[in-house]
């Protein structure tokens, strides 16, 4: 399982973090994740716009569900019966958000061993391939913030911000109103996301703001577009 994790995962996300570094960042290691989260997301566009178009397409699923979250807020079995009924008669398979998230959780585990066995010149050299270059020295340093440094508030606080505001603007258009689940969600999910990487290296942090800012460019590209295909269609919930 070792060998496989090292051979088929991250050593081939190591060399590819290196041959970026090598040509495309001016030798700026953060530039290089960057570029790694863009073309990531990109390999995955398929899987975010079959959830975009999902999301679009049951923006009244969501409104169901809500009013379903609201009438039996005090009985939770029945609640998720309820819910269990809609998605099941509106036939909503969630596989592609998972993917997509699955997929980035892993790139964010194989990052952290990148940091936590270290980039020094002998340690890459063990796990380099030949058509490789060895770039020699890495050069950490993001505009005076290390990568690799723990108890940033800086970057940590700007994703923190970011899932904020976003959940807000989201907040705001609800039409049946604001529940007290989604006030809670609205300031614990944020904290906790903060303070989770605060503990881990800086780089988690420019890997998820990169990933959070290409969703909401493309997203709002493609909600676009379905919002006048779902009008087309005339979609129908299935009985």
Do not use: C
């Amino acid at each position: 399982m070792l060998t496989i994790w090292n051979d088929l995962l991250y050593q081939p996300m190591f060399n590819l973090l290196i041959w970026i570094y090598n040509n495309w960042t001016d030798s700026n290691f953060g530039w290089a994740v960057v570029y790694l989260t863009i073309i990531l997301r990109t390999a995955l566009l398929p899987f975010s716009l079959v959830n975009e178009y999902n999301r679009v397409k049951n923006e009244e699923l969501y409104k169901e569900i809500k009013e379903i979250d609201k009438v039996y807020q005090n009985d939770q079995v029945i609640k998720k019966q309820e819910i269990r009924k809609v998605l099941k008669r509106r036939r909503v398979k969630p596989w592609a958000k998972a993917v997509v998230l699955g997929i980035q959780g892993l790139v964010l585990v194989l990052l952290y061993q990148v940091f936590l066995q270290g980039i020094t010149g002998e340690k890459i050299l063990k796990i380099l391939y030949q058509s490789i270059d060895f770039p020699g020295v890495i050069n950490t340093n993001f505009y005076g913030f290390e990568l690799g440094m723990k108890h940033d508030f800086i970057w940590s606080g700007a994703v923190g911000l970011f899932l904020l505001i976003s959940i807000y603007l989201k907040l705001r258009r609800l039409k049946g109103g604001v529940q007290r689940t989604d006030l809670t969600y609205f300031i614990l999910f944020p904290l906790s996301v903060f303070l989770a990487l605060w503990l881990l290296p800086m780089v988690k942090a420019l890997f998820i703001l990169a990933s959070l800012i290409f969703s909401v460019i493309t997203g709002r590209i493609a909600t676009m577009f379905f919002q006048e295909a779902v009008k087309r269609k005339k979609i129908k919930p299935a009985e």
